[in-house]
């Protein structure tokens, strides 16, 4: 039991290396996920498809396969990469793809009487944009972004396995010096479970509060 | 970029890849039929059955659904054994930890199958004198079958990718036969230019070949 | 109306495709200024794809539509206008639609304001005073901070008509405005447009009310497969019909509200 009161200031340290690798894979797939995401619908044809195949082509790949890709692959290419950088590079590109179909999700599904409507009122592309559709976009984009984000916490897991020392790995190296995997096991997925939960339920709450606009 | 391309040596290791994918999709396999098991077993409960049952398959789900996958696979490989004094092989372990894993995600997309079926038609069922688990067996798992099998091949394409975490326990599919190769050919760009085509057009087949099997049920459907 | 005087909107030869689809063959069709023009026929006719050309919702292959002078669709032959100067042009138009298509997220006085504060550059106080001003006017003072989810269809569509005319437009688009209504709200909303009409606000109107095409229309128009079949005053067109299309139309139409009475 000391033993893993001993381990905890090394837990913690593993879980804000976590916490900071999940905040930069969230605000980069949310910057590149909207952007392309709102090209998808917009852009010319050929920008189109191509990120269409960039979404559909990253969403099919083991996210597993694609860190140990970016890890191992780029110095290969001459261009090594910290395990930290690779892991977030990695995460990144994969959440994106979720993004792109998340944001392209919530404009698709505003009627398009809004655009209608819109223009019936003399509002310009970008007006529209900014006072019509966006608006109504955000409430039914939240929800599924922050499951999307629980999914990048989960996700930044696997950057242990190139060696990044996040809560996954401070985990396996408490259970090395101490042999009681199962008590730091159960520590551990509780405060996974803690950060997500808390995620998961602020989606639900969002949702529920955003119902009444869905006429 | 001065990196000189060498596929043969890769390629000599073949084997390994097409039975490390072999073992993939197996594992897959056998995980979305035990997860589709016991996921419409909770489904039925949550419905259908007492308050408690109710909140503890809710619990279940929860509790899956917001830990990392390969704490999971940890936990039910190092962890378990440890407390229960046993040992059990890493790939029993690992289908274990997924069946369990697609179950919570599987309960969700039951349940919902199971609200789709309209009222009127378990009316129906009740009205020629069905009795519960008739009306169950022959009303609304067909009707709940129908309106989840798309999400049910999506789920079985997302295990299929999820395989790949059983390489970390050394279970020897097609994720840790690229390991393996790697560190033993340092052949490195081509052992991931083999397998990442590989899950990904794989994936694509297989999705293709589950939505011509949707198309046949939705025929029979209308 | 002076012989002199130009039409506020002159249509020539309207011709439009969807692909294959031949919608409009040919459409010619003024409306003179402060006059209110009723379309008619059945579904798949044209006559909302005539009404959503006018303000460049849809665009068109050849012909013309001029408001004011100014061809709506085209900045020279065979250049079509951008996305400001359709904005511009727009802005001088109203549009009502069957769906209302308000704006979800904003309450009814913001739905209003909207475009004066973005499009007229209103200030927020002036904006709002309007946008009060016009919702009191359909009869909706007590709603103004209310979102469309909360209120009726009826109110709804009251609101959609007070967004429309509070642009000041110079021409009112009215696209089957109470077809998604249930039949005990239409009279609320089709009294609102009979005021509009009274005040002289010149309109475009498509619509299945036969009786209110017979009191407030100026001029009827029956569209039958793209084209115009007959165009007349409405006592003229609507009362014994000769055009055997035209006949079979309103009986149909008769028939269809007699069911909904029953």
């Known amino acids: 039991m000391s033993a893993i009161i001993n381990a905890l200031p090394s837990i913690w340290g593993g879980l804000v290396i976590t916490l900071a690798l999940s905040a930069l894979v969230v605000l980069f797939s949310l910057i590149a996920g909207v952007i392309l995401g709102l090209a998808i619908l917009w852009a010319p044809a050929p920008v189109r498809l191509a990120i269409r195949a960039y979404s559909d082509v990253i969403r099919s790949i083991p996210l597993l396969v694609l860190i140990f890709f970016v890890y191992y692959g780029t110095p290969a290419l001459g261009i090594p990469l910290s395990p930290f950088w690779a892991a977030v590079i990695a995460l990144s590109a994969f959440k994106t793809g979720h993004i792109i179909e998340i944001v392209r999700g919530a404009v698709g599904s505003i009627p398009r009487g809004q655009t209608d409507a819109g223009k019936a009122i003399g509002l310009t592309f970008v007006q529209r944009l900014t006072y019509v559709i966006l608006p109504q976009a955000l409430r039914r984009f939240l929800p599924p972004w922050l499951n999307a984000v629980t999914d990048s916490v989960k996700g930044s897991a696997l950057a242990s396995l190139v060696g990044v020392v996040d809560l996954m790995l401070s985990l396996q190296q408490v259970i090395g010096r101490t042999y009681e995997p199962m008590p730091i096991y159960v520590i551990g997925a509780l405060i996974y479970f803690v950060i997500n939960f808390t995620l998961s339920s602020a989606s639900r709450r969002l949702e529920a509060r955003f119902a009444y606009v869905r006429d | 970029m001065d990196y000189i391309f060498n596929f043969p040596i890769v390629l000599r290791h073949w084997d390994k890849l097409a039975w490390g994918l072999l073992l993939s999709l197996e594992l897959a396999a056998l995980s979305i039929l035990i997860g589709a098991a016991i996921g419409l077993a909770l489904a039925v409960v949550h419905n259908d059955g007492p308050r408690w049952a109710r909140t503890a398959v809710a619990g279940y789900v929860e509790f899956i659904r917001n830990v990392p996958l390969l704490l999971l696979i940890y936990l039910m490989f190092y962890g378990v054994p440890s407390i229960g004094g046993f040992a059990y092989d890493a790939a029993t372990s690992f289908v274990i930890t997924l069946s369990a894993y697609a179950a919570a995600q599987l309960v969700e997309v039951f349940r919902a199958g199971l609200d789709a079926v309209p009222k009127g038609v378990v009316d129906a069922g009740r009205a020629i004198g069905l009795t519960r688990w008739q009306r169950l067996l022959y009303v609304r798992l067909p009707v709940m079958f129908r309106v989840a099998l798309p999400s049910l091949s999506n789920a079985f394409i997302s295990l299929f990718k999820d395989t790949s975490l059983a390489s970390v326990i050394a279970v020897p599919e097609l994720t840790h036969a690229a390991q393996w190769i790697n560190f033993n050919t340092f052949r490195i760009l081509e052992v991931y230019a083999i397998v990442t085509p590989t899950y990904l057009v794989v994936g694509w087949i297989l999705l293709a070949a589950l939505r011509q099997l949707e198309k046949r049920f939705v025929v029979v459907r209308r | ?262």
Request: charged share 25%; aromatic share 4%; with cysteine.
């Open chain 3, 1 to 262: 109306m002076s012989a002199t005087e130009p039409p506020l909107v002159a249509i020539r030869d309207l011709c439009k495709s969807f692909g294959a689809v031949r919608v409009l063959e040919g459409v010619s069709l003024d409306v003179p200024r402060g006059s209110v023009v009723v379309l008619i026929g059945a579904s798949g006719s044209g006559k909302t794809t005539l009404l959503r050309c006018v303000n460049a919702l849809e665009t068109y292959d050849s012909g013309s539509i001029t408001v004011e002078g100014t061809e709506v669709g085209f900045r020279a032959p065979g250049r079509r206008r951008g996305e400001g100067e359709l904005a511009a042009i727009r802005a001088g138009i109203g549009m009502v639609f069957q769906q209302f298509n308000l704006f979800p997220h904003l309450t009814a006085a913001e739905n209003v304001m909207l475009g004066l504060r973005k499009v007229r550059k209103l200030d927020k106080e002036e904006a709002r005073s309007r946008a009060i001003h016009w919702l009191e006017r359909v009869g909706l003072g007590a709603k103004t901070e209310s979102l469309p989810g909360e209120l009726s269809g009826g109110q709804q569509q009251r609101v959609g008509i007070a967004r429309a005319v509070a642009m000041e437009p110079k021409l009112l688009l009215l696209d089957e405005i109470t077809s998604a209504l249930d039949p005990e709200l239409v009279g609320e909303v089709l009294a609102v447009v009979r005021r509009l009409a009274g005040d002289g606000m010149t309109m475009l109107v498509v619509t299945h009310e036969m009786a209110f095409a017979r009191d407030v229309g100026d001029r009827v128009v029956f569209m039958d497969a793209g084209r115009i079949a007959v165009e007349g005053k409405p006592r003229d067109v609507l009362v014994d019909p000769q055009h055997p299309r035209l006949r079979s139309f309103l009986s149909r139409v008769e028939l269809k509200r007699a069911e909904e009475d029953a």
